[in-house]
């Protein structure tokens, strides 16, 4: 049973930053494809960063150049780096893995916006 649980969301002026985290337990997290999504109120969740498992990244068109995606297969973990926030990217954050065969999803970590 592969269990993912996000930290380190919170409240932060327009502008400011936060780094997320997300820690893997009950699988080889090496062998996976990764990707932080998010969920805004009222809207679908989507994929903001992906961090594949050859070492490719990529990002949503909306947070290129704000955000950076790192990981430790060491420590069965995946980062976000979060700068320039904007009241838009409030919503909760998750991570999982890539494609369409997710694990049971985390709780997320809710990321406000807001002055």
């Given at each position: 049973?592969?269990?993912?649980?996000?930290?380190?969301?919170?409240?932060?002026?327009?502008?400011?930053?936060?780094?997320?985290?997300?820690?893997?337990s009950?699988?080889?997290?090496?062998?996976?494809?990764?990707g932080?999504?998010?969920?805004?109120p009222?809207?679908?969740?989507?994929?903001?960063?992906?961090?594949?498992?050859?070492r490719?990244?990529?990002?949503?068109?909306?947070?290129?150049?704000?955000f950076?995606?790192?990981?430790?297969?060491?420590?069965n973990?995946?980062?976000?780096?979060m700068?320039?926030?904007?009241?838009?990217?409030?919503a909760?954050?998750?991570?999982?893995?890539?494609g369409?065969?997710?694990?049971?999803?985390g709780?997320?970590?809710?990321?406000?916006?807001?002055?």
């Amino acid at each position: 049973q592969v269990q993912l649980v996000e930290s380190g969301g919170g409240l932060v002026q327009p502008g400011g930053s936060l780094r997320l985290s997300c820690v893997a337990s009950g699988v080889l997290f090496s062998d996976y494809s990764m990707g932080w999504y998010r969920q805004a109120p009222g809207k679908q969740r989507e994929l903001v960063a992906s961090f594949t498992s050859g070492r490719s990244i990529d990002y949503a068109d909306s947070v290129k150049g704000r955000f950076t995606i790192s990981r430790d297969d060491n420590q069965n973990m995946l980062h976000l780096q979060m700068n320039s926030l904007k009241p838009e990217d409030t919503a909760v954050y998750y991570c999982n893995r890539l494609g369409n065969r997710a694990w049971s999803w985390g709780q997320g970590t809710q990321v406000t916006v807001s002055s």
